[in-house]
């Protein structure tokens, strides 16, 4: 890390001003479904608070009210949650900026407080100065712990570092530390795993990856546009018609590498996307009118061949449609099958880690990332503007 991590700040007395990533899913009444993200940053918290921080001033922002305020995302839910899992009484307010949340946070006598939704304020995703500005005002040390939104350039991520002196929280320094190394310094052979729908999602993550591992295994709907780009069948399969040259250059560029992309060699096909339909396995060639929704088994075995002597695996995007448990199978098979790995498991946020989770192999993994397009974007060899604008070392 060559920016300043929460190890290298002295927090006695200080009231640090904390972006958190509090952005949980929630049922219909408002429960939430999985506090990952709020369990994440629990280690930064307890860890500011025994170093004798005078408060923690936490802010975060809750799905997309653009600009208003929207009842349903309120962040009061998360601070109560909260309240639970620190074991330390959190005070909720119910705005973030203005002379009357300022005296509010500072008068608190509890140690924690948690303001309200960011993003009831239009300012905020426009990283306007005047908000940041007031945001940094309610603290002395701003810690960035929300790698999940370390990608957006926005007043609480980007803007506040310009007035405060900024470091990384320990969950955004881990991020960075796995997904760094085994970008810039992988143990090997490095695999790479990409799956999920689009070719054109993961376009800067082949892009910058294949140069650097051994390998990258693919599966999802993305993988029917490289087999169409062979001259496969693919029947109804997902097919990106714009991608297809792109699909040739990344194959024909893969050889000139001497790197191996690893397709499908058989799959689950159905006639139409429904949990109940009848699925048949099939080769590389697909018949018109079927629809490939997972690999098959073939392929499973395919990928535990060429994975099972790694020892650093980056995997973002599914290997076919693991919400329905019909095509579930080859997603399943292939996390059982790297958790019992002694490689350096590295998930990707987002639908990767949301697959893990329904299989119930989050521990047997070395890192899931909070972040999807975080993570993403970290994967293209982008900068993320919330980790440019710390305070350098």
Known sequence: MSKLTIKDIDFKNKTVLVRADFNVPQDADLKITDDTRIRATLPTLRYLLQEGAKKIVLVSHLGRPDGKVVAKYSLKPVAQRLNELLGEPVKFLDDCVGENIKKDASGAKERVVLLENLRFHAEEEANDPNFAKQLASLADVFVNDAFGTAHRAHASTEGVAHYLKSAAGLLLEKEIEYLGNAVQNPKRPFMVILGGAKVSDKIGVIENLLPKCDAILIGGGMAYTFLKAQGKNIGNSKLEKDKLDLAKSILAKAGQLKKEIILPIDNIVVENIDPNAKAEVMGENIPEGKI?????????????????????????????????????????????????????TIIGGGDTAAAVAKFKLEDKMTHISTGGGASLEFLEGKTLPGVAALTDK
């Not at 098959?296 to 448990?325: C, H, Q, R, Y």
């Open 292 to 344: 490939a929704v997972d690999i098959g088994p073939k392929s499973i075995a395919l990928f535990e061949e060429k994975l099972k002597a790694a020892k650093t695996i980056v995997w973002n995007g599914p290997l076919g449609i693991f919400e329905m448990d019909a095509f579930s199978k080859g997603t399943r098979e292939i996390v059982k099958f790297i958790s019992g790995l002694s490689a350096t």
